[in-house]
């Protein structure tokens, strides 16, 4: 399987490469400035070393070409090259001053530090596996090239076995760690992902259930609109023309009712249409749309009015003002269709997180707990609309004495302006 390199591991990589480049330059610059040291040709082969790596990693076309191999000659290249350089510039300092002891110890020191970047890159991309492998192949390279060091600096053999095995065992501890904590980090970001799979998923649920409801709550509107015009004007044409020649004036007493019916309804119609196509929540705000809203079903009908719905109000979530506006609609829409009434209340009051919408009339009222028999929906579709933002609908009718729908939502914190 296709191993993916780990986010910013190339570009981490590549800074320590060029942080290393940076410092042998300058290294090789001071040898330069004092030359009585005579040691710059120890920085030269690092330079080298380093300034080709540091161009392989920037070559995007190599990633490319080398595929899964491009990372791994990379991590060879930043282990075996300061390994052989650390040698050379070893051997080079006991033919310059002999001082064996304090050249290997500087080496051996120097050498930890230079691959512990390389160490923990591998134990990043990969796993503890690799990290031992890492940690044998270089114990195995720096105690063969001890051997003709050791005979040539004069010390013993095992003072390089010695600090080969502190030096692996400390690389195996380290590597540990870090696989450990990368292990983790993958972990977790799986663990993310699939959380965020799963929240797109609900996301598009959601997406689906809203629509699935709102075209039903647009069937009820339909129903109660066209759907009773319609069959009204069906019935009264019927009968209009069963009585086209036996009774004139009775037929076109008919006609004109259906013709009156037929603009009811094409009223009716156009304000659903208008509903659903206009925005005026978000071109007005939630208090000023609603005041509209009462006004308008106020007019059509021939209303008194009563309006108590403050000014400011608390901002809440489009989801509940968008709730809040279609059972105010809904209520005004049947107190002017069904309840025959002749003033209408409409009123929102913030209380304690809450808002109340309160909309009562004195027409004839109704039985709630008896299921309507004509087909009206529109009551079952307040209710839905309650449910689906955490809020309750009550309804209080007797028939002759009006009605009154209650519509207690949450509300938010912020105020608009």
């Not at 993958?186 to 699935?212: D, F, M, P, Y």
Request: overall charge neutral.
């Amino acid at each position: 399987m296709k191993r993916t390199l780990e986010p910013g591991l190339l570009q981490v990589f590549r800074l320590f490469v060029a942080v290393r480049l940076a410092l042998l330059a300058l290294t090789l610059c001071a040898q330069v400035i004092w030359p009585e040291q005579r040691t710059e040709r120890y920085s030269i082969p690092g330079i080298v070393e380093t300034a080709f790596l540091l161009g392989y990693l920037s070559w995007g076309w190599l990633r490319k070409a080398l595929g899964e191999i491009y990372l791994p000659l990379a991590l060879a290249v930043a282990t075996v090259g300061p390994i052989f350089e650390a040698a050379l510039g070893f051997g080079m300092q006991i033919a310059a001053d002999g001082n064996a002891a304090l050249s290997f110890t500087t080496s051996a020191w120097q050498l930890i530090l230079t691959l512990f970047v390389p160490l923990v890159l591998i134990g990043w991309q990969y796993d503890f596996t690799a990290v031992m492998v890492f940690c044998v192949g270089a114990a195995l390279l720096d105690l063969a090239l001890g051997a003709p060091l050791s005979r040539l600096g004069g010390f013993r053999y095992r003072q390089v076995v010695g600090v080969v095995f502190i030096r692996t065992l400390l690389y195996a501890v380290v590597g540990y760690l870090v696989v450990r904590l990368v292990r983790e980090q993958r972990t977790q970001r799986k663990a993310l992902e699939k959380a965020n799979v799963r929240l797109a998923n609900t996301a598009i649920t959601l997406e689906q259930l809203t629509i699935s409801r709102e075209r039903n709550r647009l069937a009820r509107e339909l129903h109660d609109t066209l759907a009773h015009t319609l069959s009204a004007l069906a019935v009264q044409l019927e009968a209009a023309h069963t009585l086209w020649d036996t009774n004139p004036t009775e037929s076109h007493t008919l006609l004109e009712r259906a013709l009156a019916a037929t603009r009811d309804g094409l009223g009716e119609a156009r304000r659903a249409i208008q509903s659903l196509r206009s925005a005026p929540l978000e071109d007005l705000g939630l208090a000023l749309a609603l005041r509209h809203l009462a006004q308008s079903a106020a007019e059509r009908a021939g209303l008194a009015l009563d309006v108590r719905i403050p000014e400011r109000l608390r901002d809440v979530s489009p989801e509940i003002e968008q709730a809040i506006y279609r059972v105010a609609d809904e209520a005004l829409a049947n107190a002017a269709r069904h309840a025959n009434a002749r003033q209408v209340a409409i009123a929102l009051e913030p209380s304690e997180g809450h808002l109340t919408l309160t909309i009562s009339d004195d027409g004839r009222g109704f039985d709630p707990a008896q299921a309507p028999a004509d087909g009206r929906y529109g009551l079952r579709g307040m209710r839905e609309r309650a449910e689906m933002i955490g809020g309750e609908l009550t309804v209080e009718s007797h028939p002759g004495r009006g009605t009154t729908i209650r519509l207690r939502v949450p509300a938010g914190e912020r105020v608009e302006g």
